[in-house]
């Protein structure tokens, strides 16, 4: 394996940074899939922290390391990056602004403003409100934190590895999610430092995977974006990434992506047998053992990382109706 610039110590040391900020995660067995797979398969419900989704984890550890002179932070997300950079940075009193596009729904921007960060709409793309983050950082002290590519962030995520492996130590195989990645290299370097024979399985969707066409060309490329109901799976992973691409290489078992029919199906699965909502992203891992793209292990854990949907898509899939994106 490779060396990283992240290690078990950094990642434990997250862990009780982090501590009074995040809920404990939750493990259960889940009846149902046991049952259809006659195997033992958990649920760890991470969507139960405060802003819907794991993503506070890495933003938190990110927040409480600042460099002495910050300004504050920012970012450049409307979605679970943003909400957990909000609350986080409020949490421990440093300033946040939250950049984004005219194009911003209006409660994706109600609900970071809700959390009391700053918004900052500038431009009609992602790439506009992008060059006001930078002039924050270059022309006021704000330190951006970025989403996955960065060794607090990763380590932070991490966290979720070592509660995993403490509350099931004699765990087999983990089905995590994956976009940029930071979440799964978290997971697979707390883990696999401690258990290399444990299986890490990568789930994503079909519609956009940059980190599965950067795996499969051997180094980070692009891929358009398309509409796609794990919306928060979205995204590029940079072509100057430095992390998450080789830790992703070097230590995830296995990528497997899902058809947006697999994602509502994860979705109703979550909803009718588990009474869980989840979003698209979340809910993946149950998506790729409903749809026979993983085998179960002896003992199977599925991560459900967020709960952040539209209600009224949400109402759509359970009911089988017509849905846009
Ligand atoms: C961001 C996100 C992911 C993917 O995390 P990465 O670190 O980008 O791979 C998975 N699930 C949810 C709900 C997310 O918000």
């Known amino acids: 394996m490779s060396q990283t ?15 009074p900020y995040i809920v404990p995660l939750h493990i259960t067995p889940s009846a149902a899939l046991s049952q259809q797979f006659d195997s033992e398969i958990l649920l760890a419900h991470e969507y139960l922290q405060t802003t819907g989704a794991f993503k506070l984890r890495g933003a938190m550890n990110s927040v409480l390391q ?25 949490q ?58 960065h060794p607090h962030v990763i380590a932070g995520q991490g966290t979720l590895g070592l509660e995993m492996l403490e509350q099931v130590p004699d765990l087999d195989t ?19 430092s401690q258990k290399p024979a444990v299986r890490i399985i ?6 956009g995977c940059a980190m599965y066409a950067s795996q499969q060309a051997g180094n980070p ?8 109901l794990a919306d928060s799976l979205g995204g590029g992973i940079g072509l100057d990434n430095r992390l998450t ?3 992703v290489r070097d230590y995830v078992d296995k990528l497997v992506l899902l058809s947006e029919a697999e994602i509502a199906d994860a979705i109703r699965h979550a909803y009718f ?18 749809a026979g793209k993983v085998t179960p292990g002896s003992k199977t854990l599925v991560l459900l990382s967020g709960k952040n949907i539209d209600m009224e898509l949400h109402r759509k899939i359970i009911n089988h109706e017509e849905y846009q994106h």
């Open 5 to 19: 610039e992240i290690n078990l110590d950094d990642i434990e040391t997250a862990r009780s940074r982090i501590a």
């Open 66 to 90: 600042l460099e002495a002179g910050t300004t504050g932070v920012t970012a450049v997300s409307t979605g679970n990056h943003g909400r957990a950079l909000a609350w986080s940075a409020r």
């Open 92 to 149: 421990a009193g440093v300033p946040c602004i939250i950049c984004m596009s005219e194009l911003v729904p209006q409660n994706k921007l109600e609900a970071i403003r809700a959390l009391g960060a700053e918004t900052r709409i500038v431009g009609k793309s992602q790439d506009e409100a992008e060059v006001e983050a930078r002039r924050l950082v270059s022309e006021e002290g704000y330190t951006m934190i970025p989403p996955f590519e």
């Open 174 to 192: 983990v089905l995590v999610q994956l976009s940029g990645g930071g979440l799964i290299s978290g997971i697979a370097l707390a883990i696999k």
């Open 202 to 207: 990568g789930i994503s969707m079909e519609r």
């Open 221 to 228: 490329v692009e891929v358009e974006e398309l509409p796609t």
């Open 245 to 247: 691409f080789g830790i």
């Open 273 to 290: 047998k588990e009474q869980v909502i989840l979003e698209g992203g979340g809910a993946v891992g149950i998506g790729a053992l409903l």
